[in-house]
């Protein structure tokens, strides 16, 4: 199986080239929060998408309008993608199954995605989170909360906004007629996507498949949510370099929003097409901790099983260097959240994975840069090891001052590094966890013809 296509949303911009020159350049998107009066919260920060429009993806976007905002990024990522595959205009009409795509046997053409809820209107909700804040304690007063969200809360507040799921936009816009899915697995869901729409192909059940993630949290709801588990940095007086993975002194996650979608093909109808390669999917391992609902396993099990079982699927020894000499993976796009159990756990996770070889292996987190963002963190993050393998570029983790305890591995501290005099990267990973043990590995390979 192969990529043939990629496209994202990002809080650094949307153009594929643009966004990784960003990247490789270490600049960060976080900033105060634009979207919403977000001056009394605790976390009043993250990464926003600015200046986004549709239209400029989409030639029928006024049709999206009123979709919710992770709609408008998928869709837009997903033509982003497309044009790329070159398998056609954006143009599809229901009622004309060629239009658009006259290459392609639409029932043998299917969608996995990870994706998330749009924003209602959370104003009470927020509010009574927000005055129920113990600064002190760095929690909410449960039982305060819960008087005012009684207050609050009255039947006279309604949702504003219809339940909108991306996958029907998505499989009406392009005409999807096979297997179409979505997964909920939290931070692992876009992974996840990849990983099962890979599986999909592999048992012969589609030629083609969109896959990826979009999410759009910064809203009351989903800012106050993720405070009142402490999950997230309170570094208010420094946005910038509140996301620091690995970083001794890294206190949560700063969230994001976004898209990312990936057009996969069986390699024959890729090539019969005369199709531009992006790289080839090696691997995919799925595993879960079982450990906790919320909590994933401190000894990281999980997820070194994940990746053991992507590279077994590639037939690669991580333990044992390339005909080179060098680390038999050249890059690992981490998980890498900024939280103080993530980072040292899946630290942990590649030691026991590759052994003597993780020193070998660069290992970054552009999180640093443009936040978490959710479902559609780990399709972004994928493409970011696509663009590895296509320029031989991998890019820093930013605000990397102390290394954690636990963390001594290479990150590619606060500049990014060129591996093109050391034969590019071959072979890069993806990682995706998410909350409550799931585990989700991609592996990819330059194709070679």
């Known amino acids: 199986m192969v990529i043939t296509g990629a496209g994202w949303v990002t809080p650094l911009g949307s153009d594929i080239d643009s966004v990784w020159n960003r990247l490789i350049a270490g600049e960060s998107a976080i900033r105060p929060l634009e979207r919403f009066p977000a001056e009394a919260y605790p976390t009043n920060f993250g990464a926003e998408v600015a200046n986004f429009e549709l239209s400029r993806f989409l030639a029928n976007a006024e049709e999206h309008e009123h979709a919710h905002r992770h709609i408008r990024y998928v869709l837009a990522a997903a033509a982003q993608a497309w044009k790329q595959s070159g398998l056609g205009d954006v143009s599809h009409d229901p009622n004309n199954r060629n239009s658009g795509f006259p290459e392609l046997d639409h029932s043998r053409f299917g969608i996995y995605l990870g994706s998330g809820e749009g924003a209602p209107d959370f104003d009470a909700y927020s509010s009574s989170n927000v005055d129920s804040w113990d600064d002190e304690a760095r929690s909410v007063d449960t039982i305060k909360w819960a008087k005012l969200a009684y207050e609050r809360m009255t039947p006279t507040l309604e949702y504003q906004q219809e339940p909108q799921f991306a996958i029907t936009h998505l499989a009406d816009v392009f005409g999807a007629e096979g297997p179409?899915?979505?997964?909920?697995?939290?931070?692992?869901?876009?992974?996840?996507?990849?990983?099962?729409?890979?599986?999909?192909?592999?048992?012969?059940?589609?030629?083609?498949?969109?896959?990826?993630?979009?999410?759009?949290?910064?809203h009351p709801l989903g800012i106050t949510g993720f405070i009142r588990l402490t999950a997230m940095s309170t570094r208010t007086d420094s946005p910038q370099t509140a996301s620091r993975p690995f970083d001794a002194t890294r206190d949560g996650f700063v969230m994001g929003e976004g898209a990312g979608i990936c057009v996969l093909e069986t390699l024959e109808h890729a090539q019969a097409r005369g199709a531009n390669i992006l790289c080839e999917v090696g691997g995919y391992g799925s595993t879960a901790d079982a450990y906790r609902i919320t909590d994933i396993d401190p000894e990281g099990d999980g997820a070194a099983r994940a990746m053991?079982?992507?590279?077994?699927?590639?037939?690669?020894?991580?333990?044992?260097?390339?005909?080179?000499?060098?680390?038999?993976?050249?890059?690992?796009?981490?998980?890498?959240?900024?939280?103080?159990?993530?980072?040292?756990?899946?630290?942990?996770?590649?030691?026991?994975?590759?052994?003597?070889?993780?020193?070998?292996?660069?290992?970054?987190?552009?999180?640093?840069?443009?936040?978490?963002?959710?479902?559609?963190?780990?399709?972004?993050?994928?493409?970011t090891a696509i663009q590895a393998i296509r320029t031989g570029f991998v890019p820093p983790t930013i605000n990397h001052t102390t290394p954690g305890e636990g963390c001594d591995l290479d990150y590619v501290p606060n500049a990014a590094r060129d591996l093109n005099g050391e034969g590019g990267v071959r072979v890069a990973m993806s990682n995706g966890f998410g909350f409550g043990g799931q585990n989700d590995s991609i592996l990819l390979q330059r194709f070679e013809a």
């Open 308 to 383: 053991r079982a992507a590279l077994e699927q590639a037939g690669i020894d991580p333990t044992v260097p390339g005909s080179d000499g060098r680390g038999p993976v050249q890059y690992i796009s981490a998980h890498g959240t900024s939280t103080p159990e993530n980072d040292g756990i899946e630290t942990k996770a590649v030691k026991k994975v590759f052994g003597d070889q993780a020193n070998q292996v660069p290992f970054s987190s552009v999180k640093s840069m443009i936040g978490h963002l959710i479902q559609a963190a780990g399709a972004v993050e994928m493409i």
């Open 180 to 218: 179409t899915n979505n997964c909920m697995t939290a931070c692992a869901a876009s992974t996840q996507s990849v990983g099962e729409a890979y599986e999909v192909m592999r048992r012969g059940d589609a030629d083609v498949m969109l896959a990826g993630g979009s999410h759009a949290m910064l």
